[in-house]
């Protein structure tokens, strides 16, 4: 079973509390980790949730996101990439294990094209990264998300991406939710050895209840967090699990009925 | 451009039209081959069917569908069994090019076992469809459907499948709205050369509107429908190419104005 001590709390668990509400839910239930997102970063300010986390002996698993290159226009590409570059400044003044990359889908931009600016833009992303001791966790995202999140949907097209550079400066952030279908997913998951930066779990609910928001707590679905957490351990990551969940019945729970379920669930599932 | 000589009216397209108005709608706007649905072709008859097809003069593209394995029961799967050799049987009465086969998934059974079983169930029916003449269709569907539809989720996991039989006993039928998000998506269909029992097309929409009813008329979403069929020709596929569209809008609105804007965007688009 999965130790407490990896546990994290990814906030979109929680996304009705702020940057101390969540911190100080994970100090009452005993979670030793967490993982901030930009916009919650914001509303705080980035010297609080320094301080915060320190003074409660939270560890910071990973900041959410930068990416999202695909874009219409070069103006908008270029507001996008010195987001990222922001993004990655959060993350070294955090101190947080890796920067999570989700990278963009555009309607307006053909696929292959949407690619193209993904490998640039993290190309150019890369060298400020480095210079700051950031990490940069390339998560691919379901299929489902191709059009509108993310063109970069497989675990294997990830580890094409990030072996264009050294394993210490990018790798790839595994989502259970995002990975289970994979036919060939334990596969993929050993040859990611030496490149996972993160894990992520929540479960696949039968039936899916929506696409952005339809995520279920990990117990409720259909994906084996067990046997990929198992699997992610065999290929020599032994770092924090966070637990992401994107579900409006769940953001309407109180935090700390969230927070003991994720606890006991994690403990006894994962 | 498609010649419309190409084109197939899946009859899920006009999900309130009977076999009879779909077989006149055909002939009304040009369509030279339709793809039979077994719900409409029993409520229709077989032979009625078979009778006004030929009548028509129209060629049957496919039979959809068989499959639908995994289940938790052995009595459940061997039902299941028995209505794929139906299936089986129709096809081959309507002489049909293929039977498609949407492998199916269940909830109670973990996606490894339900892979299995899927194997299982295509072995026992290889030998009924071949004594009969009849080429099976494995239908991989998008990753999202994994845990209600089909555990067969890329068209390299159905290569692989496929592969265990003769070429002319078993091959693959690519959906451009199932398969347009792999980023490998070219180099697989090269791959499927010799194994492609059809095409179909339709478009992905963005935002995707729902997960089972979300699909689109071509033109109106972003999967590169042209770019796809261009590389299914080259490939060597020079059959018939479907349009299936699942769309509670398209439902809705009237079947002729349905079969008219579907051969406008089909020998415009695709």
Redesign the interface.
Known sequence: MAEIRRLSLNQATTEHWSVQQAIEGCVRHGIPSIALWRHKIKEAGLNVCVQMTRDAGLHVSSVCRGGMWPAATAKERSKRMEESRRAVDECAELDADSLVLVVGAC?EV??ADA?TMVEDGLAALVPYARERSVRLGLEPL???Y???RS?L??I??ALALARGYDADAVGVILDTFHI?????VYEQIERARGRIYGLHVCD?????PD?LMGRGMMGD??A?NRGLREAVDRAGYHGSIEVEIFNQTIWDTPGDAVLEQMVERFTSLV
């Open positions: 309607r053909p696929i690619r379901h299929p489902m191709a059009g509108e063109v949907n497989t294997d097209q289970w279908w994979d036919p060939y696949w609910l039968v039936p899916l696409v679905g259909v084996d």
